[in-house]
């Protein structure tokens, strides 16, 4: 009588997927190339790195104090390497990786990946985006205050991998300040750190990511973060980023670089001009929905071209809001008036003073009518006294400066030729910034490991936030690869609502995948429900990816 075949079934989903980009980049040669092996060891660190990603992605909330767990049921050794097994995937190997990472320098050793996979996916990098955001954490991470807080890079960021891997490994950089300070998750009773991004406008791509203190200013740092990082650079790129970059000493640090940035309305030559401008100086934009006027400024001494942007949308957006905000201001008003009426003046020049002040305050309205009446007390020892009589009036010119200037904002460019960046191109590649914006979306997803980062030290945590950005270099990477390939093609795959697009998100192609599994049978393997539609799919990702499901 014949046993039966061993049989195993291992779940295999969407991590071939990440699996094989992780591959495309050689990232686990990488870390290892940076960081050293050890003979002997089962789980080398860019394995272990390789298997972070793959819990990072997995879209289970399963965070790293799960570690181990994840793996259960799924085909590490086919995923990961020959002989690692879930239970070498332990807590203290994790923590031993992120120690040697911490040391190795973090930042350097991201740029380094993330610059020559960029090269090698055919990233275009005309046009690179800065922004930072907040992650918030639980526990108390006490900080050392001796530590040298003015240092913005603990290693030499121009570093390729050679490079890096050189570096000494006994003098590891100082940890960041987990601490108070604004939140962008509204959590301001948490400490937190923050994270500096810097991505391409093609894909979204992440060439820069940094740990920073949780109370660090971006006003502060941009303007070094960008310089530092052109040094690895030897694209004529333009560097764009928000109102933080617009100071004058970031602009005088910037100066040999091409940027993009948008004007804060504090500064006064910024303001004035947004309220002056009339409807006849603007031009309809090719964009639909905007108008600009193109002005000129030397602001902190550097040749500038502004860019007066308005808005139809945001204008109308503002026009409301106005007309909510007046409402709310006079009741404010009448109720300073009348508290202001109930009080005696020794004479009528201090009532009438005294109501021009009040009146200098309001942002829509002022008083009218101003006059002051004598009154006698009932006891005739007092001497007479004046009382404020006047109404309040809705201040017409102030409200139409305010209209004039809704919907209105300013971007700034040190790039003078109209030709090299016109006007449209201006709005459009600021436009683009949100590709920072969607990175830092797609980290706080709860399905992300990052929703709670609870890590017992800061250099763990900063370790942990290098896996963050290989985590959204692998997701950018694989999801701009596969609508490169579909637009090539000039193919289209149903996204969730059953529609044909050429730009599915790889969250929905990672759905796609669930219940693929990896059967091994008498130790030959096989993939079951491979249907026609993820074959399909998979004809447009690279062969490093259809590898892991037997193809090719």
């Known amino acids: 009588m014949k046993k039966n075949p061993e049989i195993t079934v291992q779940n295999l989903d969407h991590l071939g997927l990440v699996a094989g980009i992780i591959d495309r980049i050689q990232i686990v040669e990488k870390i290892n190339q940076l960081v050293g092996c050890q003979p002997g060891e089962i789980v080398s660190p860019g394995h272990a790195v390789k298997a972070m990603i793959l819990n990072g992605l997995g879209l289970v909330s399963a965070p790293l104090y799960l570690f181990s767990k994840f793996f259960e049921g799924k085909p590490t050794e086919h995923l990961i390497g020959k002989g690692i097994k879930p239970e070498h995937l332990n807590d203290d190997r994790l923590g031993r990786v992120l120690d040697k990472l911490y040391v190795t320098g973090l930042s350097q050793t991201f740029t380094a990946i993330a610059l020559e996979a960029a090269i090698k996916f055919d990233v275009g990098l005309n046009t690179v985006h800065l922004d930072s955001s907040s992650f918030h954490l639980h526990g108390e991470y006490k900080y050392d205050a001796d530590r040298d807080a003015g240092s913005l890079f603990a290693l030499p960021i121009n570093s390729s991998i050679n490079q890096v891997s050189s570096m000494n490994h006994q003098e590891a ?102 309220s002056q401008l009339t409807e006849a100086e603007f031009v309809e934009s090719k964009i639909p929905g905007y108008r600009w006027s193109q002005q000129y400024s030397d602001y902190a001494g550097i040749p500038q071209r502004w860019l007066v942007v308005e808005s139809s949308v945001r204008r109308q957006a503002d026009l409301r809001r106005i007309e909510k905000e007046i409402q709310k201001l006079e009741q404010e008003a009448r109720q300073k008036l009348r508290q202001l009426s109930l009080q005696k003046f020794a004479c009528e020049p201090d009532a009438i003073e005294a109501a021009i002040q009040l009146s200098s305050k309001f942002k829509y309205h002022k008083l009218t009518h101003i006059h002051a009446t004598s009154f006698t007390s009932v006891k005739k020892t007092d001497k007479p006294g004046y009382k404020l009589q006047a109404n309040i009036e809705i201040d017409h010119q102030a409200v139409a400066r305010e209209m004039q200037q809704s919907g209105r904002f300013i971007l700034a460019t040190n790039v003078l030729d109209s030709d090299e960046l016109d006007p449209d191109k201006m709005l459009s590649t600021y436009k683009q910034q949100q590709s920072a914006e969607r990175g830092f979306s797609f980290l706080k997803d709860p399905l992300f490991f990052t929703d709670s980062v609870f890590l017992k030290s800061s250099e763990r945590i900063e370790s942990l936030a290098l896996i963050l950005g290989l985590c959204l270099l692998v997701y950018t990477l694989a999801q701009r690869h596969l609508r490169s390939r579909l637009v090539q093609s000039q193919a289209k795959l149903k996204n969730q609502l059953g529609q044909l697009t050429d730009r599915p998100t790889l969250r929905w192609i990672f759905q796609c995948f669930q219940a693929v599994h990896l059967l091994t049978i008498s130790s030959v393997k096989q993939i079951s429900n491979l249907t026609d539609e993820r074959l399909e799919i998979l004809r447009f990702f690279p062969n490093t990816c259809r590898s892991y499901y037997l193809l090719d």
């Open 173 to 274: 950089p100082l940890p960041i300040h987990i601490t108070y300070g604004y939140s962008r998750d509204h959590r301001p009773d948490l400490k937190q750190f923050i994270i500096d991004l810097i991505c391409s406008g093609d894909g979204d791509v992440p060439l820069f990511f940094k740990a920073a203190d949780g109370n660090q200013t971006d006003s502060a740092v941009f303007g070094q973060i960008l310089s530092s990082f052109k040094q690895q650079l030897n694209l004529d790129s333009l560097f764009v980023a928000d109102s933080a970059l617009y100071t004058a000493k970031n602009l005088e640090i910037i100066k040999n670089l091409k940027w993009l940035s948008r004007v804060p309305l504090g500064i006064k030559q910024a303001k004035n001009l947004i």
